[in-house]
């Protein structure tokens, strides 16, 4: 490392020294030099006459001030200042860029043919020196100028307010955006496309143009994200409240793109992945994942446009929030229960993970070297866990007075989590104060709970303990306000009322001690209680339940994630004995009654499908290991096939019914439909294993009408290595390797084999037509899936592995650092594993450190991961 970069920190904040009312942007594009001209209104807001710039990577041609060529400037590292400025003033800098030499996708690059752009979150300092950050709205201009043939459509945010055509085959347009916006919400696209269009009448009667800009050829794909796109808007209107406020709102797919998607006003730019998808190309999961992104997206219009943040540490504010949003609009618009599922179990694995990492921090980051890092798992999925514990509180009626509230104080300005809170607080009367440390405070709590039934007093005490470890990032932890929600069971299966002191209370109990006690009354015999139901709050439970009271609660809980819950720990009562066992040398073992409460489950006539495949599907690996301090990889992996083995063989005859009876034959994507595949494939999965899988496996191959048929299919084979593995990656690959985005799925597979050879194959796989490491989706699908779904091999006892990681990250830290940090992760948790492995690991974490180009995004990640 040449120097050390700076860190920033939450408490440092500034407001800004000037404003800038107005900003009129021209670019003129070329592939390697494309001239933007920025002229902005800056208005000083405090004393001092001297104005900083943020700048990256740009070559400066031009300062002006009031139109006169300005001198007082100076060129500094990370920017531009500029002193002796008048009060109030029009600034024009011109600076030259180069989009085709940019691989790190950030600011103006090419994708393909087209110039698109990535501003957030510190992506505009690599377009022109401007005061980037959050907190500095202005009315943009935007006109962009290119070659008429190869760039038919310039876009930018607002509405197009001209156009015109130019000598030498050029053409120009000019757009308008009258919201004030920060710089990481501007957005530039030209290129060639096919459009689909349509469009909205907003609840007060306007017209809105929808337009969804895809590569040419690829219409026929567009229609989900149309359909998506329309559903989001209306349901914004029924259960928000809130409306579109342009006349227009474009969305265009990118095939290379750091991320999902981005907000971008009135111009969302997205991973083609989030767009592209019809019965032949996209899987199940393809379509309900398009469905969230597309409303994430468009939700961010209120939470995160109109309301902005006002510094970076502010993150959670837009996403946390607008997690939560999409999250619920899956769930109204398809199963509850299997939304909750899914969304648990990412905090339980991988957000649990990162809160036990290095990396460890809270929703509101105090400490940032690279913003990047921070879009993370906590800030996004934790901080929607957050706004949904305050759901849960305040209930729905005063959730949405708060979040009026907030639009009504914030609307138009750039405001903090605290402002967030004091709305729901003022509007619902209902004290956050305590509640406020879950935005301070890193970590996850563990909540044990002991019971005591006293059968002469009628009183069952339920007595709770929290405790949070400390992290990396935080020696001291404090009592947490969390809501749990309890229910409680007589034998028969009825609810007990909860009565406290001579009252019914809420199912929700406020936790707010390191330990306290809650005794129910009138309660007439033992009950079973069923806890945190629906995940109330994001914390650990311990609970000594006897399986006969799991098995009980996987068929009488009154409501449906309890009983998955109820099968999830009865699993991982048996997933951890067997880790034990195994370690000592003897074999896994799995009760009848275990078995026979899964047989229940499968042959539940009331259950849906899309529910009773979530019963049925075991912990990963991932989940698994975070269970422990010291990670044994092979024994997990041992057991976890063990049991999936041991289930298949039992309930081989239940699979099977399912299987057969669950056949379809028009492909539909309703959520009846894709519930019966998930079950179906599901049922496949186990089938694999036995002894007529590769026969049943390479049928369903053959036979399948859609793609989630046919991954499902590759995948079975790939789990349990069936004969059939090779020939169908073959014919898959013969098939579909001119399209990257459907390669994918072939990469990821290859990355995630089981199989003894697989990092040789990974290592054949680079070199197929279809990869490139310079296309991000490509590297997360065969080298993402490597270091995350491939536990066996990626943490191999030779090292093999790691040095690969190695390999791959040194060279994706110069050409995409975002890219890299994200693939580092698991490299970041060595100390989870045994001395040789931590040696191994540690070994590349230095190689990455000596580098002198070492970018600031892995700087932070591998010196926070050595500290560890
Ligand atoms: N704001 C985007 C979202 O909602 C996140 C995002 C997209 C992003 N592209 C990015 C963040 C690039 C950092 C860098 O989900
Ligand atoms: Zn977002």
């Not at 073959?730 to 579909?736: F, V």
Request: net charge negative; hydrophobic share 40%.
């Amino acid at each position: 490392m040449a120097h050390a970069p700076q860190a920033k920190y939450r408490n440092d904040y500034q407001s800004p020294s000037h404003e800038i009312t107005d900003l009129d942007l021209t670019f003129d594009l070329h592939d390697t030099e494309t001239l933007v001209t920025a002229v902005s209104q800056v208005k000083q807001l405090q004393e001092s006459a001297t104005l900083f710039l943020d700048g990256e990577n740009l070559n400066l041609k031009g300062v002006e001030v009031n139109g006169e060529q300005w001198s007082h400037y100076q060129q500094v590292d990370g920017g531009l200042e500029l002193t002796e400025l008048p009060k109030q003033f029009e600034l024009t800098i011109t600076t030259l860029i180069n989009p085709e030499a940019n691989t790190a996708l950030e600011g103006l690059y090419k994708s393909g043919g087209a110039f698109c752009t990535q501003c957030e979150a510190e992506g505009f300092r690599r377009i022109t020196y401007y005061m980037d950050r959050p907190d500095v709205l202005a009315r943009y201009t935007t006109k962009v100028i290119a070659d008429k043939e190869q760039f038919p459509f310039l876009l930018s945010n607002g509405n197009r307010i001209a156009e015109g055509d130019l000598s030498g085959g050029r053409h120009w347009v000019q757009w308008q955006d009258p919201h004030p916006k920060p710089a990481y919400l501007f957005a530039l696209v030209a290129g060639d496309f096919d459009v689909l269009r349509d469009q909205y009448v907003t609840q007060s009667g306007r017209n809105v143009a929808l337009e969804i800009f895809v590569d040419k050829g690829n219409l026929d794909r567009a229609h989900h994200a149309m359909t998506s796109l329309i559903n989001s808007m209306k349901w914004d209107e029924t259960r928000f409240n809130l409306e579109y406020d342009l006349d227009i709102y474009m969305i265009v797919a990118v095939d290379f793109f750091n991320m999902g998607a981005m907000e971008n006003k009135g111009l969302n730019i997205f991973n083609s992945k989030f767009v592209l998808a019809n019965e032949k190309t996209a899987t199940d999961t393809d379509y309900l994942g398009i469905e969230a992104v597309i409303g994430h997206e468009y939700f961010h219009n209120w939470t995160g446009n109109r309301v902005t943040c006002r510094d970076w540490f502010q993150l959670s504010l837009k996403e946390g929030l607008t997690v939560f949003r999409d999250q619920e609009f899956s769930s109204d618009l398809g199963s509850r229960a299997v939304n909750r599922i899914g969304n648990v179990r990412i905090i339980r694995g991988p957000q649990f993970a990162e809160d036990a990492s290095p990396m460890s921090h809270p929703i509101r980051p105090e400490k940032v070297i690279e913003m990047n890092n921070f879009y993370t798992l906590t800030v996004y999925e934790k901080g929607s866990e957050v706004i949904r514990m305050m759901h849960t509180l305040l209930g729905e009626v005063a959730f949405q007075k708060g979040m009026a509230l907030y639009f009504e104080r914030h609307d138009g300005t750039a405001a903090t989590c605290e402002d967030f809170v004091e709305a729901m607080e003022d509007a619902s009367g209902v004290d956050l104060k305590q509640f406020r440390l879950w935005y301070s405070q890193s970590g996850t709590p563990t909540v044990t709970v002991t019971s005591e039934y006293d059968a002469s007093s009628l009183t069952y005490a339920l007595t709770i303990e929290q405790k949070t470890e400390t992290t990396q990032d935080q020696s001291e932890k404090y009592a947490l306000h969390i809501p749990f929600d309890i229910e409680l069971y007589s034998s028969n299966g009825d609810v007990i009322e909860l009565r406290c002191n001579n009252q019914k209370i809420s199912n929700v109990l406020n936790v707010t001690q390191d330990k306290q006690t809650f005794v129910f009354e009138n309660v007439a015999e033992q009950p079973v209680p069923s806890l945190l139901r629906e995940f109330s709050a994001p914390v650990k439970l311990e609970y000594a339940y006897s399986d006969n009271e799991l098995i009980f609660l996987m068929v009488h809980a009154r409501n449906e994630f309890a009983r998955w819950d109820a099968g999830q720990m009865l699993l991982a009562k048996y997933i951890q004995s067997n880790v034990e066992a195994v370690r000592h040398g003897q074999s896994v073992t799995l009760p009848d009654s275990v078995v026979d409460a899964f047989r229940g489950v499968l042959l539940s006539e009331e259950l849906e499908p899309a529910f009773i495949a979530e019963m049925m599907s075991l912990p990963s690996h991932n989940e698994v290991s975070g269970w422990y301090k010291c990670v044994d990889v092979d024994a997990i992996a041992l057991v976890l096939k063990a049991i999936k083995l041991t289930l298949a063989t039992e309930l081989e005859d239940e699979f099977s019914a399912i299987y057969h009876s669950l056949e379809q034959g028009e492909y539909s994507v309703d959520h009846a439909a894709i519930g019966k595949r998930s079950l179906r494939n599901m049922a496949l999965q186990y089938l694999a294993m036995t002894e007529k899988g590769n026969e049943l496996v390479q049928l369903q191959y053959q036979k399948a009408n859609n793609m989630t048929d046919t991954i499902a299919a590759m995948s079975a084979a790939n789990s349990a290595q069936l004969a059939c593995r090779e020939d169908l990656l073959k014919d898959y690959s013969s098939q579909w390797k001119h399209d990257g985005l459907v390669m994918d799925k072939w990469f990821a597979i290859q990355g995630s084999n089981p199989g003894e050879n697989a990092l040789e194959v990974i290592r054949e796989s680079m070199a197929h037509e279809a990869f490139s490491l310079k296309n991000p989706n490509r590297t997360r699908s065969l080298i993402g899936s490597f270091l995350n779904m491939n536990p066996v091999n990626f943490h191999a006892k030779s090292g093999e592995g790691y040095r690969f990681a190695g390999e791959i990250l040194r060279e994706m830290n110069s050409s995409n650092p975002q890219v890299a940090s994200r693939l580092i992760d698991p490299l970041l948790k060595f100390r989870k594993y045994d001395e040789e492995r931590q040696a191994l690991i540690i070994a590349e974490l230095e190689s990455l450190k000596a580098m002198d180009n070492l970018a600031n995004d892995l700087f932070e990640k591998v010196t926070k991961a050595l500290e560890s």
